[in-house]
């Protein structure tokens, strides 16, 4: 290895062995990271053609509406630019959507009416939904006004129960929710491909069945996105994957015309839907980070099989393993224990641009129930999409890992956490 570089690593805390360790495992992935760049370089090209079919101009970027917002020109390009990449009739990209549990719940209170049911075909949903659903009680819940819930478990190797889907559908059943992310979970995360062959089953039992994807984690991990395979709505935050580390905020639901239709109608007003809703200074950063996204995925991604090649090889269970298909970019790493949780968390805490010399510790977060570990130092508050690690401090002791806005920064944390863990005497090399 280059001595420049060396020199910086042990500049950085890291000793020789632990740098040769993880060099050697670099090495051997060399083939699987060119599989990487060919998609990130697929999609730069998608991202590109598409804003210039909808002659993206100086003009988009400097519309920074006020007030009710009408006629941002920027604002409404980008909505068709979304369309475009994700391959729908429409788009709903927002910052006034707070985020990506906001952006689901949208999409569901307002293609959903009192009397219809809520079908998920994956199993358990992430759980900020859970409150969303009405699966634990919670105010202004769908469950609330009299939306009711169920659910088909993904069988135990990880596919769709078609038998059961069949038999979960009924007459009231108006929405479909899919979640391609394993999100909290040691599922597998389900491609687009196989999203869509059970789309292709839904249909064929009621074509009038609204199909929803929580894309959450997965935007331009893979050549295609649930949309191009019939999914009515694909759904995902702009803190994650599809704003490139540089939109500040946002979400964004992609669609059929009537999905976007209601829920543009339901995040403003009746009457008002797209119309109104100024940009402010948001664009530029909008534009700009779709335009990076691909890359910071691609970044994400390496990160994600380096360290799953690492922990893979000291032993540890990882999902997935370094292997496998990715079809999102979370990496889960079972380290076993609270000690080497708080470790692999500090590692990378004290390898991030911002933050570094806060130490992560574990604690009760609203909502779990378990005390939970997080380690970020980002440039947007909360944003996985850059370089962070969490998890539930319970057995397995899993944590969950994912993002880097440049794969440097990946592969530094990713070391940094092998580091820390050597440190403290929790592995040896
Ligand atoms: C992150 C995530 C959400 C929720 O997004 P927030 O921005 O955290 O509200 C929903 N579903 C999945 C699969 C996610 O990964």
Request: charged share 25%; proline share 5%.
């Amino acid at each position: 290895m280059n001595n420049n570089i060396n020199e910086m690593y042990l500049k950085l805390g890291i000793n020789e062995n632990v740098l040769d360790f993880c060099n050697d495992i670099e090495d051997s992935l060399k083939e699987r990271f060119n599989e990487f760049d060919l998609i990130a370089e697929y999609n730069q090209l998608k991202v590109i053609k598409a804003m210039q079919q909808e002659n993206v101009s100086e003009a988009c970027l400097s519309s920074a509406s006020t007030g009710y917002g009408y006629n941002d020109l920027g604002r409404d390009t980008l909505e068709k630019v979304y369309a475009r990449i994700f391959k729908t009739e429409d788009a709903l990209v927002r910052p006034q959507i707070t985020c990506g549990t906001h952006a689901l719940a949208l999409a569901l209170f307002s293609n959903l009416r009192p009397g219809d049911e809520l079908l998920s075909v994956s199993g358990k949903p992430y759980d900020t939904l859970e409150e969303v659903i009405g699966i634990r009680e919670s105010v202004g819940s769908l469950k609330e006004y009299g939306i009711s819930y169920s659910q088909v478990d993904l069988k135990p190797d990880g596919r769709f129960d078609r038998e059961g889907i069949k038999n979960a559908i009924n007459s009231k059943t108006k929405l479909i929710a899919i979640q391609r992310s394993k999100g909290y979970q040691t599922r597998k995360t389900l491609s687009p491909y196989d999203i869509g062959d059970i789309i292709k089953f839904i249909k064929e039992i009621n074509e009038d069945l609204i199909v929803m994807v929580d894309n959450c984690y997965g935007e331009f991990v893979c050549y295609n996105e649930p949309s191009e395979f019939g999914a009515d709505m694909v759904v995902g935050s702009l803190i994650k994957n599809p704003g490139g580390g540089l939109a500040p905020l946002g979400g964004y639901i992609a669609g059929t015309k009537k999905c976007v239709e209601n829920a543009a109608y339901r995040l403003t007003s009746p009457g008002l839907g797209k119309e109104v809703g100024a940009s402010q200074g948001v664009m530029p950063r909008f534009y700009q980070g779709l335009f990076m996204s691909p890359v910071v995925v691609n970044s994400a991604v390496k990160g994600a099989v380096f360290a799953s090649a690492i922990y893979e090889k000291l032993g540890y269970k990882v999902v997935p393993d370094s292997k496998e298909p990715r079809y999102d970019i979370i990496q889960a790493v079972e380290l076993g224990s609270k000690e080497a949780m708080v470790e692999f968390c500090k590692g990378i805490q004290f390898a991030a641009p911002v933050d570094s010399f806060v130490t992560p510790e574990p604690w009760a977060m609203p909502g779990y129930d378990s005390d939970v570990i997080m380690a970020a130092g980002a440039f947007v508050q909360g944003s996985s999409i850059e370089l962070s690690a969490d998890g539930p401090v319970k057995p397995p002791y899993a944590v969950y890992f994912q993002g880097g806005l440049t794969w440097y920064h990946a592969k530094l944390g990713i070391i940094n956490s092998l580091q820390k863990l050597v440190d403290a005497g929790i592995v040896k090399l």
